[in-house]
């Protein structure tokens, strides 16, 4: 495989790897906003932010951690002859089916950067009580689905490598 390809996909997994490792902690400040919450409402005033911000933070987290998830194949996937397979067909079909992802992922994208521009355009809040701006979380949307993408591509990548018995290494 080309030299271009192996740094592609290997500067791709580092990024994305670092990437998921730090967006796992995100499940922790969520509790603690949650926490909160729970503390807020029994003992003082309700805090009106708590709720939304746990939304927010488990946003970025499922949408950040797409593209690890995918690099760790952790992801669902319905296994009926899949797992008896060999690792060259597993890859011919993956490289077939992963165009599938791409078109989703695709209009995904266009979706979502066409939400941030009237986000950021317009500065857009949302309509609870609390009204906080919608562009930080839609940027983190536009990014999370970005490198998404991005390590879809890497997939496919080696996936090609396998089903034609190259290595990446």
Do not use: C
């Amino acid at each position: 495989m080309p030299e271009a390809l192996k740094t592609y996909v290997r500067t791709v997994d580092r990024f994305n790897r670092g990437v998921g490792r730090v967006t796992m902690y995100l499940i922790f400040v969520m509790m603690g906003i949650l926490l909160w919450s729970s503390v807020s409402k029994t003992f003082f005033l309700p805090s009106l932010w708590t709720l939304e911000m746990a939304q927010f933070v488990m946003s970025a987290y499922y949408l950040l951690g797409g593209a690890y998830s995918l690099q760790m194949d952790s992801h669902v996937r319905m296994d009926l002859a899949y797992g008896r397979w060999s690792p060259k067909t597993k890859a011919v079909v993956d490289a077939v089916t992963i165009f599938m992802l791409f078109t989703y992922l695709f209009f995904l994208l266009y979706g979502g950067i066409s939400s941030t521009t009237y986000a950021l355009q317009y500065t857009e809040t949302s309509y609870s009580s609390w009204s906080p701006y919608m562009a930080p979380i839609k940027i983190i949307m536009v990014i999370g689905i970005f490198l998404t993408l991005l390590q879809a591509t890497s997939i496919f990548i080696k996936d090609i490598a396998t089903a034609l018995g190259r290595s990446l290494a």
